[in-house]
């Protein structure tokens, strides 16, 4: 049975503003012009967060199953259709545990995989990560988890200034699992060779990162500059400000910037006290900070609302919706099934109003209930 969709399509290559999406079972069968169309909906690909630990009370830094389903649940009513389940620093005994139970979720397709956020992280820059499980790279633990998880690993976030750390993106890479430069003091010439060695990601970038300087541009630039990677953004004006995300997204362009949430458990949620990482985190006025110290600790964005802070901040919806879905997708190696409106890929995609607010979700063919 086909199901077509109308409105104003956002496509790879431009907006259909009289368009329909036709829908064979899960897949997209075409997309194309539909002259009877008259004003209607914004129709956009199901959003990709390739960063996010958590949302509406559910965290995935515990390693619960029902926990990290009902986070993920959360996050496709706000449009999320493929979504990483983000970990922070945490000891060897919790990753592994956490890589098992989430491996049959990844199967079931609740999840589109893992994501370590550490422990590989510097001590320096390491925000809102819990000091006492940072450590070096350890080539053993990773493997470990890669055979583990069996195709579940699918990013990975370190430091390359740590010893030990070429050597781990070399194994990661080699597995087919996406090394990324994060929470990290390394210098220009040091993020340059994690990039050389296969490093294709730089998280949140900006945040827990050695600043630009002049005299030493550091990871920020090395990132920015490198053709082969994808910039990660938090498109909330409070992990960036917006003139610095307007200037990131041009130098990157939207095939190498990617919107994410990094959002936690306070996500959809009222303000108050909440957990990460085995630290007290304050929520006030929407804003998450660990208890102690201050550091921002994640967020409490969902995808529609930076997709919508984005464009508010001159990105182009139709930029804005290739760094919410087809980038990230591409990025970590599911551009070829989800990511944008075009036949043969998975039919996911959100109907947005003139507001850009959620109408509808579709994932796979189906509507969210």
């Not at 049975?1 to 409105?7: E, K, P, S, T, Y």
């Not at 006492?132 to 890669?146: G, V, Y």
């Amino acid at each position: 049975m086909n199901l077509r969709v109308n409105g104003k399509v956002v496509t790879p290559n431009g907006v259909i503003r009289q368009g329909c999406v036709e829908i064979a079972g899960d897949r997209i069968r075409a997309v194309a012009e539909y002259p009877s169309v008259r004003d209607g909906h914004w129709i956009v690909p199901g959003f990709v967060d390739m960063h996010t630990h958590g949302g509406g009370g559910h965290s995935f830094t515990t390693g619960d199953a029902d926990l990290a389903r009902a986070a993920a649940a959360f996050h496709l009513r706000h449009g999320t259709t493929s979504l990483l389940a983000s970990l922070v620093s945490s000891p060897f005994a919790l990753m592994r545990d956490a890589t098992a139970a989430y491996r049959p979720l990844v199967d079931a397709g609740v999840l589109a995989g893992i994501h370590f956020e550490g422990p590989y992280l510097s001590a320096d820059r390491c925000g809102a990560q819990n000091p006492e499980f940072l450590r070096d790279p350890s080539t053993d633990e990773l493997a470990e988890l890669i055979e583990v998880g069996a195709g579940a690993v699918r990013m990975v976030t370190l430091a390359p200034e740590r010893d030990g750390a070429l050597d781990a993106i070399k194994l990661l890479v080699s597995h087919g699992v996406v090394a990324a430069v994060g929470h990290t003091d390394a210098t220009w010439e040091q993020t340059r060779a994690a990039v050389s060695a296969g490093a294709s990601v730089g998280t949140h970038l900006f945040n827990g990162m050695r600043p630009v300087h002049h005299r030493e541009p550091g990871p920020v630039v090395a990132l920015l500059d490198a053709p082969n990677v994808v910039c990660e953004l938090v498109a909330d004006g409070v992990h960036l400000h917006d003139g610095m995300l307007g200037f990131a997204a041009s130098v990157a362009g939207p095939d190498r910037a990617a919107l994410i949430t990094d959002a936690m458990a306070a996500a959809g949620m009222p303000d108050g006290e909440y957990e990460l990482g085995g630290q007290e985190v304050t929520v006030a006025d929407g804003v998450a900070r660990l208890a102690r110290g201050g550091a921002i600790a994640g967020s409490t964005l969902t995808m529609d609302a930076a997709l919508r802070h984005a464009v508010a901040a001159g990105v182009a919806l139709p930029d804005a919706c290739r760094m919410v879905a087809t980038t990230p997708a591409r990025a970590i190696g599911l551009g070829d099934r989800v990511g944008a409106l075009q036949p043969g890929l998975r039919a996911d995609l959100v109907v947005l109003d003139d507001d850009l607010n959620v109408v509808r979700v579709m994932r796979a063919g189906s509507w969210v209930e």
